[in-house]
């Protein structure tokens, strides 16, 4: 599912590249409803958002 909205997109556990092109875009599994839910959703927070801080994991190995 691709998002047009690229304000917390960025910093989302689930914005991913998903082509050879380098194109971005959100990678979470819906289904069906779903999706028809997230495309109407009004409030500008998307709710499956999830930061992601690639540095937590870098100290979790050290």
């Not at 690229?6 to 779903?34: F, H, K, N, R, W």
Request: net charge negative; proline share 3%.
């Amino acid at each position: 599912m691709k998002k047009s909205s690229l304000s917390q997109c960025e910093t989302c556990a689930y914005y991913d590249i998903t082509d050879p092109d380098g194109e971005m875009e959100c990678t979470v599994s819906l289904d069906e409803d779903e999706v028809i839910s997230l495309t109407s959703y009004e409030k500008s927070s998307c709710p499956y958002y999830k930061f992601y801080d690639e540095y937590k994991l870098v100290q979790k190995q050290n």
